[in-house]
């Protein structure tokens, strides 16, 4: 059976009609802005370092902080579904995206862009520099693995990491939220002010974790288009993949974000060394389901469907929620006496 690798003739029907405004609202994905989640993390870590109050100030800023991140997602989303649907149209779900099957005006587009990412950076000013920072290397990003030349989106590997690298960047943002305002450091090496940003362990173990997912994503991508060649028309990066490939580098991101893992929660709080077995577990059910044909993982929108997986997952976040707060002396007296026989 022949496959497929051009717009279908209803897809070029639809193809010839001008995009309207709901298309265009359509391409900055609000139904993604749940992925800001990831943001949640790090305001729980930063409220347990620093204790910070729980104020008027406070939810103030998290409001504003989450719409600035939403926004600046959105800007990433808007140039990503414009700049990739020429290579869109050769994958079996994404061919139906909005700026393959309507014709869009890139002068729209790139305003849209425009105001997005200006709005979104002005927000993130009203948090602290620190915060606008974590807002425009976001942004950055999104430049860095959609525009030409760069486009690492197109690089065996670096496709992974460099898209993966925004869930440490949204755990920054989140902890930015909580720390504490500080005047400017008469140093940049004043220790009160470096102190102020989130440990280097924790954001590997949550790029590696996001890597991990990331990579999980291409895999069921992979085998959902089932021919390599089709395959790099969509994707560049998948003329060098192989499904053995990704495997072993899923392994190589799981194993990784476990170990910087542990090295966090041992240093900084040994309470959440409870819920390792958890974690694992959570890592090889999303495993499990991405090895399943036609998998969830390729899009959010359908991983919602793995009712129990998401149950799971709410108890799971439920179980952290309650070990960063909760006290475990005995687990630091095991510790301690555990090589002292």
Known sequence: MEKASTLSATDFQSKIVPAGIKDYVAIAR??????????????????????????????????????????????NYVINEYLDAEFDKFHPLKKKRTAVVRV?????????????????????YLISVKFLACAALLLIMGIVYNVRPLRSKERVYLDVLSESVNNPIRFALGWFIFTPALGMPESRWDLAWINTF?????????????????????????????????AGSYRRSFKYYTENSLLISMFFYAITCAFFLGIFLIKNRIEMLVSFPFFALLFSWYLRIGLLKDSPVQGSEKLYTRKYFMIYLLLFGILICSLMFIDLPWLNWLLTNAGNK
């Open 104 to 124: 869009v005006n890139p002068v729209i587009v790139y305003s849209e862009y425009a105001a997005l990412s200006i709005i979104g950076l002005a927000l993130a």
């Open 198 to 230: 989130p440990p280097s362990s924790i954001l590997l173990a949550y790029w590696m974790g996001g890597a991990f997912l990331m990579a999980t994503k291409r895999f069921a991508e992979y085998r959902l288009i089932g021919d390599p060649d089709l």
């Open 30 to 75: 609000p139904d993604n802005w749940l992925k800001n989640i990831f943001m949640l993390p790090g305001m729980l870590f930063a409220y347990a370092y620093f204790q910070t109050p729980l104020d008027s100030i406070l939810f103030t800023k998290i409001i504003i902080g989450i719409i600035s991140t939403c926004l600046i997602a959105s800007a």
